[in-house]
C-alpha cells in the first residue's frame, strides 16, 4: 500500500511563498496522475494542479502564472511552487497520485495547512 506525505505548508504572508513537497513510499512512476487539492472548511476539495507522468500539466484558472506543478520520479515527490499568495490561497492542501495497473486505486495523503495571511 502506497503512502502518500504532504510537508512544507505553514504560515506565509501575502505575496510570500511556500514550497509544498509530496514523498510517496514507493515509486511515483506508476501514478499515471498525480496533483494537489484544497479544501476550505464547508467547501468541497477542489483541483489545484495535477501533471501527468508524461509531463502534460493543468492548473485551476486561480493559480495560473503563481503555482508550478513538478515531479521528481528519482525522489519519488511531487512539488507545488506556490508564489504570489493570497488570503483565498488558505486551505488544506492534499496529494493525490492515481494509479491505473489492473485497476484503477486513488491514493490521497494527509494534508498540510497553508495560511497566508496580512
Known amino acids: 500500500q502506497v503512502q502518500l506525505e504532504e510537508s512544507g505548508g505553514g504560515l506565509a504572508l501575502v505575496g510570500g511563498s511556500l514550497t509544498l513537497s509530496c514523498v510517496s513510499s514507493g515509486s511515483i512512476f506508476d501514478f499515471v496522475l498525480m496533483g494537489w487539492y484544497r479544501q476550505t472548511p464547508g467547501t468541497q476539495r477542489e483541483l489545484v494542479a495535477d501533471i501527468t507522468r508524461g509531463g502534460t500539466i493543468r492548473y485551476a484558472d486561480s493559480v495560473k502564472g503563481r503555482f508550478t506543478i513538478s515531479r521528481d520520479n528519482a525522489k519519488r515527490t511531487m512539488y507545488l511552487q506556490m508564489d504570489s499568495l493570497a488570503p483565498e490561497d488558505t486551505a488544506v492542501y492534499y496529494c493525490?497520485?492515481?494509479?491505473?495497473?489492473?485497476?484503477?486505486?486513488?491514493?490521497w495523503g494527509q494534508g498540510t495547512q497553508v495560511t497566508v495571511s496580512s
Open positions: 493525490n497520485g492515481l494509479v491505473i495497473k489492473e485497476g484503477q486505486y486513488e491514493f
